[in-house]
């Protein structure tokens, strides 16, 4: 778990963690990344209390998430590790027990995911859609930018509340990748693909990079819904202070918002790249100019635009591989095979019995 200032949430995170974790041999390897809100204390003070089992703070100067979590991937001790979020907290009882029977049910499972509801009430994830001709964007949401030109990835999408995703929220699945608020992954398939890649630093696309890594090693990754987490996403930022310019900026952000809309999409396009900012007023500048490194380092690495992607492009380099196994029909059917065949042991008692 990488850490930096959740004083505002870290009780609230941990509390989640020692009320729901039951397995009785776990760690958690969390590194603060040069907090100064008060989270190294928190965090501290939990250690201290024994409530999570193997509890373990290393302090960081503040280099962002990715260096945090190759510090943590270098010092986890176990055969499976789990990169969680600072600002999640895990709803289900027995989860790593859940998540470790569907990760040891077949030597082809390499990654599972968790169903990922945002505080709002809307479904944030259930799995992450990479390969497709509508791009990168998380699995039960649609992207509302035409195919082919998308600016920003899961910017504007289309969210249904929780319990109205149908099968994709009910059932296990295979998908593209996990996302890294709740993954579980084997410790030596992520050190043998070179850990969380430092190009991407100081945050973002790490999660879906390493779960690609990893199928390129022959693995697969899954989605449960059995293990839920609340990302909470509108609680990430601590409140204004008083006379603070947060309620400008924000009155500001609902102008961009509603010029945004009302323009031609070709047009807020040519504004957002002449000017190099995000209209919809979900980045800020400093953010929008990471984007554009990451997506042109996304290019550069994996062969393809990963908000737009040339679907022949992708299948020249990787078709007949576990990347492109949605349209590899014998890929694709071994893992409806593995889904189907935990489901039914789970619903005849024998899994986890």
């Known amino acids: 778990m990488p850490v930096h200032d959740r004083a505002h949430l870290l009780d609230?995170?941990?509390?989640?963690?020692?009320?729901?974790?039951?397995?009785?041999?776990?760690?958690?390897?969390?590194?603060?990344?040069?907090?100064?809100?008060?989270?190294?204390?928190?965090?501290?003070?939990?250690a201290a209390e024994g409530r999570?089992?193997?509890?373990?703070?290393?302090?960081?100067?503040?280099?962002?998430?990715?260096?945090?979590?190759?510090?943590?991937?270098?010092?986890?001790t176990g055969e499976l590790c789990v990169?969680?979020?600072?600002?999640?907290?895990?709803?289900?009882?027995?989860?790593?027990?859940?998540?470790?029977?569907?990760?040891?049910?077949d030597d082809a499972v390499g990654v599972v995911t968790a169903k990922v509801v945002l505080d709002s009430g809307y479904l944030h994830c259930c799995g992450v859609n990479v390969v497709s001709p509508w791009g990168w964007h998380e699995r039960g949401t649609l992207p509302a930018e035409p195919?082919?030109?998308?600016?920003?990835?899961?910017?504007?999408?289309?969210?249904?509340?929780?319990?109205?995703?149908?099968?994709?929220e009910d059932r296990v699945a295979e998908v593209d990748s996990g996302i890294g608020c709740c993954m579980m992954y084997r410790r030596d398939d992520a050190l043998r693909v070179g850990g969380y890649d430092r190009e991407w630093a100081p945050v973002w696309f790490d999660d879906v990079d390493l779960c690609l890594k990893i199928r390129e090693l022959g693995r697969k990754v899954f989605y449960t819904p059995e293990v839920r987490v609340v990302h909470h996403f509108g609680a990430r930022q601590t409140p204004p202070a008083p006379g603070s310019r947060y309620a400008p900026r924000n009155v500001a952000r609902g102008i961009?918002?509603?010029?945004?809309?009302?323009?031609?999409?070709?047009?807020?396009?040519?504004?957002?790249?002449?000017?190099?900012?995000d209209l919809e007023g979900n980045f800020t500048r400093a953010q929008c100019r990471l984007l554009r490194h990451h997506h042109r380092y996304w290019r550069e690495k994996w062969g393809w635009d990963a908000r737009n992607p040339d679907m022949a492009e992708v299948e020249s380099r990787f078709g007949g591989t576990e990347i492109c196994w949605a349209t590899d029909p014998e890929r694709r059917a071994a893992g409806e095979r593995i889904a189907a065949a935990f489901e039914g042991r789970r619903a005849g008692g024998a899994v986890g019995a």
């Open 83 to 105: 990169q969680l979020d600072d600002d999640v907290t895990l709803e289900t009882r027995g989860w790593v027990e859940r998540m470790v029977e569907l990760m040891t049910f």
């Open 256 to 277: 961009r918002r509603r010029l945004h809309r009302r323009a031609p999409h070709v047009v807020t396009r040519a504004v957002e790249a002449r000017l190099g900012v």
């Open 52 to 76: 999570i089992p193997g509890m373990r703070v290393i302090e960081g100067t503040e280099r962002g998430a990715i260096a945090s979590l190759n510090t943590a991937l270098g010092a986890a």
């Open 147 to 168: 195919i082919g030109r998308r600016r920003w990835l899961n910017r504007t999408v289309e969210r249904r509340r929780e319990g109205e995703g149908g099968d994709v």
């Open 12 to 46: 609230r995170v941990l509390g989640s963690l020692a009320d729901t974790t039951t397995y009785d041999d776990v760690e958690l390897v969390a590194v603060d990344d040069g907090s100064t809100d008060g989270s190294r204390a928190i965090l501290h003070r939990w």
